[in-house]
């Protein structure tokens, strides 16, 4: 049907967005990890510097090496991983993935706040907007109609009947003539033509009548037919109430789970700030030769997950708020 079409668009819909944003969060990721490499191949200078003047061991640069080589590694699993996401959009969109690539559009979070207090005033909507809402409400309707209709049963059927007939005759090889016959002294006999149209009107007969029918030995069966509409109606206004249900507990999942991911989301951008300024510290400390390789890793490995999870809770975020503003009933696609 119409709804059940609408519906699937929506689905559709929901994960054409999802996939978009991993494919953002995935060419997020890569630029980390390439932003990684490049800071892995000034240490490894630095740290040549530092063991040919004696400030640390050879032991140090062999450290800085493997690091170097695993963020290059890095590297290429998130350009595939970003591939692989890349293949997933491109076949829910149904078009070749040769040279596919998307637009990149800047996901900022200023001032975030949800932009609904309450689940109630988003369910108000969703049951307004939501094509099985109102699929559940049709099949509700459609049983009180039935009632109706096996209810006619009880009542007598009056019917009117009209027939309008003809009849036309011919014998292969023969003219349609019509002899009559007259008297041979003074009327002689006449042939007559008689043809297709002269016969259908010559022929033609009509027939009305009315009939009267009341239900009497039937009722038994009428009465199992209401009441198995009944029963059809009942099965109706539960399937409704079911739908409202997992409406409103999907809404208040969706809005409990966005609420988590703007705290995330803070929790994350705060712990950025600080791993970028513990960073900056540990690398003036590294290139003065006053800490070595092991430690300055354990920080730079903290900001590579503060803005690792940063960069996920942000679009996990923004998902969750779509999700919340489609069930307000603002489209997720724009047509």
């Known amino acids: 049907s119409k709804l059940d079409l609408e519906k699937m668009k929506n689905d559709i819909s929901l994960n054409i967005v999802n996939s978009y944003l991993n494919v953002l969060f995935n060419k997020e990721n890569l630029k980390i990890a390439k932003a990684q490499v490049i800071i892995s191949k000034e240490q490894l200078e630095r740290t040549k510097e530092l063991v040919d003047a004696g400030v640390q061991p050879k032991g140090n640069l062999l450290d800085v090496e493997a690091t170097k080589v695993n963020d290059e590694n890095a590297v290429v699993t998130a350009e595939n991983n970003l591939a692989l996401s890349l293949l997933e959009l491109s076949q829910l969109l149904q078009i070749p993935n040769q040279g596919f690539d998307i637009e990149e559009i800047p996901v900022n979070i200023d001032s975030v706040t949800l932009l609904y207090n309450n689940t109630e005033e988003i369910f108000s909507k969703a049951v307004e907007s939501q094509p099985e809402i109102k699929s559940a409400e049709l099949a509700l309707q459609n049983s009180e109609t039935g009632i109706k209709i096996a209810k006619a049963d009880y009542l007598p059927t009056l019917s009117l009947n009209a027939g309008l007939n003809t009849v036309y005759s011919h014998r292969q090889g023969k003219e349609d003539d ?11 006999p006449i042939l007559v033509k008689n043809g297709f149209f002269d016969q259908l009107d010559n022929n033609l007969g009509e027939f009305y009548g009315f009939s009267l029918s009341i239900p009497v030995f039937n009722r038994g069966q009428v009465k199992a037919n209401v009441n198995r509409a009944k029963i059809n109606q009942e099965i109706s206004k539960v399937n409704l109430d079911d739908t409202k249900r997992a409406l409103r507990e999907a809404i208040e999942r969706a809005y409990i789970n966005a609420r988590a991911t703007l705290k995330e989301y803070e929790a994350a951008e705060k712990s950025v700030k600080a791993q970028e300024q513990s ?5 003036e400390r590294y290139n003065l030769g006053a800490t070595n390789s092991f430690d300055f890793e354990q920080v730079r490995n903290r900001l590579v997950n503060a803005q690792s999870s940063l960069v996920r809770a942000k679009y996990n975020y923004v998902f969750r708020t779509k999700l919340l503003e489609f069930y307000y009933g603002i489209p997720i696609v724009a047509e």
Do not use: L, Q, V
């Open 178 to 188: 019509f002899f009559i016959p007259g008297n041979t002294t003074t009327d002689p």
């Open 279 to 283: 960073f900056k510290f540990a690398r």
